[in-house]
């Protein structure tokens, strides 16, 4: 059975801290994206990668960056997390993303900035 | 930002009657449009990806279609049950991979 995994399901942060969300596939995907969850607003991309060492910034990227070292694993960082950076993040992988394959996503991780 | 709409934002069904809504899109640069079904706790599961225009597809009482020359995909659910309350995503790819904010359908019984 194909896996995402993201290392946390909920976590409490203090305002300033530097925040790791760490997202695993198992699926040897090229592509994979990190997402934030607010109410009304659906899935908003933050970053992607599609091959190790190479990312894109995606619609709202500000106050975080991103790292693939390998290709199985993309970590989001918040380098100073702040209140208005409380939501829930979706991480997702895909093979390719110009044919028809579908998105693969991880439980998600609720993240919550005192 | 690109922008992916959904309509309506929710919607409410009477168990048995079939309802459909709406993602719109940019028309250029289209590579595919994904639709998901996302439940309360759980992760959004892949319903549909749709290439071509024209294409339709189905998955038992839920099915869509899609129009890339006009920018828009219907999903239609036929004979509406209380498991298919949930949050319906459509995703526009065009490289990378962008969500509309989701119609929300509850299904009274």
């Known amino acids: ?114 | 930002i690109l922008n992916v709409e959904q309509s309506p934002q929710s919607l409410h069904v009477q168990e048995g009657d079939s309802t459909n809504f709406t993602c719109s899109f940019p028309s250029s640069n289209f590579y595919a449009l994904h639709w998901y079904r996302w439940e309360t706790a759980k992760s959004p599961e892949a319903l549909f990806v749709m290439t071509l225009n024209g294409d339709e597809k189905k998955k038992g009482r839920i099915s869509a279609t899609l129009n890339t020359k006009e920018g828009y995909s219907y999903l239609y659910i036929k004979g509406s049950q209380p498991e298919d309350s949930a949050t319906y995503l459509c995703a526009f790819n065009d490289y990378k991979l962008s969500f509309g904010a989701g119609t929300t359908v509850t299904v009274r019984a």
Not at chain 1, 96 to 113: A, D, H, I, N, P
Request: proline letters at 2%; glycine letters at 8%.
């Open chain 1, 1 to 114: 059975d194909v896996k995402v995994t993201q290392s946390s399901r909920y976590l409490v942060k203090r305002t300033g801290e530097k925040v790791f969300l760490e997202c695993v596939q198992d699926m040897d995907h090229e592509n994979m994206f990190w997402y934030r969850q607010d109410p009304g607003l659906g899935l908003r991309l933050i970053y992607f990668s599609y091959d190790v060492k190479m990312k894109e910034k995606g619609d709202i990227p500000e106050g975080y960056s991103v790292s693939r070292e390998k290709k199985e694993r993309f970590s989001l960082i918040l380098e100073s997390a702040s209140t208005n950076q409380t939501s829930m993040y979706l991480c997702a992988s895909i093979h390719g993303r110009t044919g028809g394959e579908k998105l693969f996503f991880g439980s998600g991780t609720q993240l919550s900035v005192l």
